[in-house]
């Protein structure tokens, strides 16, 4: 059993920000000295109030932070990732605030907004603020409203754009799929003789990445060296994160190996991208492996790096080792926040705790830090895990009852812990449930809904709740796949698998070949299922431990089980030596 020695060492601080609200249609500019408004902007800008990376109010010299050689935040940038602009989040000015409200409501308008910029003198002071109004969008991941106001100062405006501009252009075009506007953006920028910054190329390698065109995000490297620059952390960094996000994991993990032979020295950001890709492959050995790389490195673990290794794992079940890391992370220095309780909840929830997962979460409010929809999610998964119903339903109700609105997950996993004990009454009601309150069950519902039927031998159901998903994933035909082999309708299943083959944007993963193999398992089919093995790993599909079980569990003689045997061995061998 997991022990449970755990103990908190600081205590949790946070801070409750209320937005100022503004019921205007639109802005208008107004003199100085012409009414009680004017005054309190001109205090706002002696005050120079901010918030600090710590989210703590301060105060700075506006002269020494934003009158550079520029005469404001021009050609500074933003450093990649952070959300802020010279390493502070900048409360808006009145005007500001008034501005960001109207863009924000009227951005679908973009002749309507662009009238009412056009009001703006070009003054250092309304570019301060209309920078500001874009980082905080940007934060907010408000990437239409920032493409209109960006666009503006571009096309129409009297000032003169900088590197921020375009760069924050770039970005919410990648983040809209609009690829050829960003590469038109990039392009705009070097006519302009604008130096494009290694941010410039960073947001250019994970619009690429975003969008799927990996060999362009490649080609930004060569790009870089003919504008005489060398790819930097941050550049590296964008595009493993932009591979691991596009699910190209092993290519991500080839450009980590590719950065360090390039001597560019990893960040904590780097380790702890490549430590949550090793997490999602349940690959938590690999993981604690580059954990200590990064100490040998001396590369200094941030709260991410170890909330990432909590959850690598805690996808495994190994909650003592996540314990290990928890207590680790405390020594450190950092007081755990939400996501690192989140993560040692789950990896309890995973190893068939539920109680000790509930005991984290007591553990967490007395330590005043606030459980998040996802925490209440986690020990309704726990409860369900174990069969406790009962106690899945009452975290189900204290959501509702404390105000918390239930996700479309959070229904999904009370589904999925009255259909461990067969309830199919109670599934159903859950789901009628939903629908009268205009919640639309999602792919996820129906998939649970799905595997609840095929268990149960309710095809006809099963067929019923197939043809009402809009979008099936992957998930959907593995349970197909799995539910039709463990009944022996092998052909049914074959022709499952072939849907998925002829589906572009799909890809049969570790648990489609495995359920697959396993259909023939069962028949003792030892040849058939060495063929679909072979096939896997052709594929480009790395098998599991699943895998290997399905394998022995097909072998009739010792001949098959020493040939099995040394599948797995070089599997473990080829597997171990990736790092």
């Known amino acids: 059993m997991c022990a449970f ?93 008034e501005i960001l409200n109207f863009v924000q409501k009227e951005f679908h308008s973009t002749s309507r907004v662009w009238s009412s910029l056009d009001n703006l003198p070009p003054t250092n002071t309304n570019w301060d603020d209309l920078i500001s109004i874009a980082v905080r969008l940007r934060l907010n991941k408000k990437w ?24 924050l252009l770039i970005e919410a075009y990648g983040h809209k799929l609009r690829i050829k506007k ?13 130096i494009p910054t290694q941010d410039t190329y960073a947001l250019l390698v994970k619009a690429y990445c975003k969008c799927g065109l990996v060999n362009h995000a490649e080609s930004v490297f060569t790009k870089m060296r003919a504008n005489g620059f060398s790819p930097n952390t941050v550049v590296y960094n964008a595009y493993i994160d932009g591979l691991y996000k596009g699910r190209e994991s092993q290519q991500a993990l080839a450009i980590f190996e590719r950065m360090k032979r390039e001597n560019c020295e990893p960040t904590a950001e780097t380790y702890t991208t490549v430590i949550n890709i090793y997490g999602k492959e349940n690959k938590s050995y690999m993981a604690l492996d580059v954990f200590r790389e990064m100490k040998n490195r001396k590369c200094k673990p941030n709260i991410c790096t170890y909330t990432a290794l909590m959850n690598a794992f805690a996808r495994d079940g190994l909650c003592e080792k996540a314990e290990e890391i928890f207590e680790e992370m405390q020594e450190a220095g950092h007081e755990p926040d939400v996501y690192a309780y989140n993560a040692l909840m789950e990896a309890y929830s995973r190893a068939g705790f539920p109680y000790a997962s509930a005991e984290i979460f007591s553990l967490m409010k007395q330590m005043v830090c606030e459980p998040d929809t996802a925490s209440y999610n986690i020990l309704l998964d726990a409860y369900g895990r174990a069969g406790l119903h009962q106690g899945a339903q009452a975290v189900f109700d204290e959501m509702k009852r404390l105000g918390i609105e239930p996700t479309m997950k959070s229904h999904m996993l009370l589904i ?72 022996g309708f092998v052909d049914k299943m074959e022709e499952v698998f072939e849907s998925i083959i002829s589906k572009k944007n799909l890809r049969p993963d570790v648990m489609t070949w495995t359920s697959r193999i396993g259909a023939y398992s069962r028949k003792k089919q030892f040849k058939r299922c060495t063929e679909i093995f072979e096939d896997m790993i052709d594929s480009g599909c790395y098998p599991d431990g699943g895998t290997a079980k399905v394998l022995l569990s097909a072998c009739s003689n010792e001949d098959q089980i020493e040939q099995v045997t040394h599948i797995v061995r070089t599997m473990h061998r080829s597997d171990t030596s990736e790092d």
Request: aromatic share 10%.
């Open 182 to 194: 960003a590469e038109s953006t990039y392009l705009e920028l070097i006519e302009a003789q604008c």
């Open 416 to 487: 999925s812990a009255y259909s461990r004990i067969g309830n199919v009454l109670k599934c159903e009601e859950i789901v009628d449930r939903m629908k009268s309150s205009n919640l639309k069950p999602d792919t996820f519902v129906h998939n649970a809904m799905l595997n609840l039927y095929g268990r149960l031998g309710r095809f006809e159901e099963m067929e019923q709740v197939l043809a009402a998903i809009e979008k099936p994933d992957i998930s959907t035909y593995n349970i197909l796949i799995n539910v039709y082999g463990r009944s």
């Open 5 to 97: 020695m755990l103990s908190v060492k600081f205590p949790v601080n946070y801070i409750i920000n209320e937005q100022m609200h503004c019921g205007c249609g639109g802005f208008k500019l107004k003199p100085k000295g012409s009414s009680v408004q004017s005054t309190e902007n001109e205090k706002w800008k002696r005050d120079s109030v901010f918030i600090d990376k710590r989210g703590k109010f301060r105060e700075f010299n506006h002269k020494k932070v934003s009158r550079k050689k520029g005469g404001s935040l021009r050609g500074q940038g933003w450093k990649y990732g952070s959300g802020f602009v010279d390493g502070i989040f900048p409360v808006l000015s009145p005007i500001a605030q």
């Open 144 to 167: 239409d409203p920032i493409i209109v106001m960006c666009e503006w100062i571009l096309k129409r405006s009297s000032f003169k754009p900088d590197v921020i501009c375009y760069n």
